[in-house]
């Protein structure tokens, strides 16, 4: 889904401040209202499905009421949000980079928090006034979403400000080629803004506002929290919880948690899991060939290089070549370091011992995704064996895997680019399905089993 096709918004009603009570009694007068307008258009709310995110940044709502962001909160941070994002980082005579991390975060919730003590937050009459227009970047994801599938937006701001209940706003937006008989079909959003504990308390409330009967999908924009009351609460009711790992702080705990919530029977979403599809066809197709089929077994040797700062997707591939060959781990140990290495051991059906090496690399020039694979070399300690493969990404090649006077025996192939796995384009083709991914779970069954391996070395 491209970004930058999406038609433009016309603002059915821009953020306006309610009471969490009066919710859909206020979007009911929207759509009353916007019925048939003087010019004879009519306006509908949507019914595809329910697209709950928890934003624990709140970065938009943030910038929003410093008067930075108009248009819809949906918690995705596209081309609009980085624009907004660059203009509190001019005003406040930060570096123009348009990307948050979490200093600038905490610079915009110290902001919000002198401009609220001095009164001089953007007002919900101000905001109310702003008419909505697309900024000079490009539309965002939200733009795009809602182009493809109209739908109910819940965006839920988690605030470590003094509990003072929950502040809830709501708006609608309409893309303007949804046209059916001089009529348009809308997105309505809700943002609700609180404490943990205080959206907690109107978890109830939260649960009914996504539309009974309709597709519910929650993009938990945070580590899963399995014992959280509202994480519970909204998962029980929802098609697919979507998570993105590259975001994790913890791997280990926060994808153990993520096999928690298979174990309970949950669907859910990775995006990260969905970057790595690259890699893992490249893989199969190489193992397809009927000369290298058997040879596939012959593999004991792995080596994955990442960029060092988020081990999930090396981890995710090694569980997903363990699920495929029946490979159950049986050792763990970590070195940090410059490369901060990791070493799994697995042993085969037939009792074959193999290993595997997790290497983050101290790239100077990150990408976009925190974690991103760099290389991987499969190999057997079998010289005669016809397995070796090496593949590598198109921005860092395979000088180090290469390395060692063995390449000849390696087949070396580049995997394609990967310029459409960014976190919108992948969430956008994710709301276009729902339900459970049989090889992803397989996939983190073994990583779960291996948790257990780190658990007890940490002891």
């Known amino acids: 889904m491209s970004t930058t096709q999406s038609p433009p918004l016309v603002s059915l009603q821009a953020p306006k401040d309610v009471s969490i009570e009066t919710i859909e009694a206020e979007l009911a007068q929207i759509w009353n209202t916007y019925g048939q307008n003087d010019e004879g258009m009519a306006a509908a709310r949507a019914t595809t499905f329910s ?9 938009q709502a943030l910038m929003a009421a410093l008067g930075f962001y108009t248009g819809p909160v949906d918690g995705v941070a596209g081309p609009r949000t980085v624009a907004a994002i660059k203009s509190a980082q001019k005003a406040y005579g930060l570096p123009v980079t348009g990307t948050s991390n979490p200093q600038f975060v905490q610079l915009i919730k110290e902001k919000f928090k002198q401009s609220k003590e001095a009164g001089t937050l953007t007002s919900a009459a101000e905001r109310l006034a702003q008419p909505y227009s697309p ?91 399995i ?19 590259s975001t994790f702080s913890d791997p280990e705990t926060d994808l153990s948690q ?3 919530v298979i174990q309970r029977g949950l669907a859910i979403a990775d995006l990260n899991w969905s970057r790595l599809a690259p890699w893992q066809e490249l893989t199969a197709e190489n193992f397809d060939l009927p000369e290298r089929r058997a040879a596939v ?11 060092k700062g988020n081990h999930a997707q090396a981890l995710m591939y090694l569980g997903w070549v363990a699920s495929r060959l029946k490979w159950r781990p049986v050792g763990y140990s970590h070195e940090p370091g410059d ?18 090496e997790l290497a983050g690399l101290p790239l100077a020039d990150f990408g976009e995704v925190l974690g991103d694979l760099v290389s991987i070399k499969l190999g057997s300690t079998n010289p005669d064996a016809n397995c070796g493969l090496v593949l590598c990404s198109s921005t860092m090649g395979c000088m180090r895997m290469e390395a060692g006077g063995s390449a000849q025996s390696y087949r070396i192939q580049q995997v394609s680019s990967l310029g459409d796995q960014k976190t919108e384009q992948l969430l ?32």
């Open 51 to 59: 697209f709950l995110v928890y934003e624990p940044d709140a970065i």
């Open 339 to 356: 490369y901060d290495i990791r070493r799994v051991s697995f042993l085969s059906a037939d009792q074959r011992p193999i290993e595997a």
């Open 227 to 245: 014992d959280y009351g509202l994480f519970q609460r909204l998962a029980s009711q929802a098609n697919t919880i979507i998570v993105d790992s």
């Open 428 to 459: 956008g083709r994710q709301l276009q399905r729902w339900g459970r991914d049989v090889l992803y779970e397989e996939t983190m069954a073994v990583i779960h089993e291996l948790f257990q391996l780190i658990a007890d070395h940490d002891q």
């Open 297 to 307: 077994r012959e593999i004991d040797q792995i080596v994955l290089d990442y960029e």
């Open 135 to 225: 900024d000079l970047e490009g539309s965002g994801i939200a733009d795009a979403i809602a182009s493809a599938n109209p739908c109910r937006i819940i965006t839920l701001c988690p605030t470590t400000e003094e509990d003072e209940g929950v502040q809830a706003q709501v708006s609608a937006y309409c893309p303007i080629q949804k046209r059916n008989q001089n009529s348009l079909i809308c997105c309505e959003y809700i943002t609700l803004r609180g404490t943990a504990s205080a959206l907690e308390r109107v978890g109830g409330i939260i649960a009914e506002l996504m539309i009974p009967e309709l597709p519910k999908f929650i993009w938990w924009k945070a580590s899963p929290e």
């Open 258 to 260: 993520i096999g928690l």
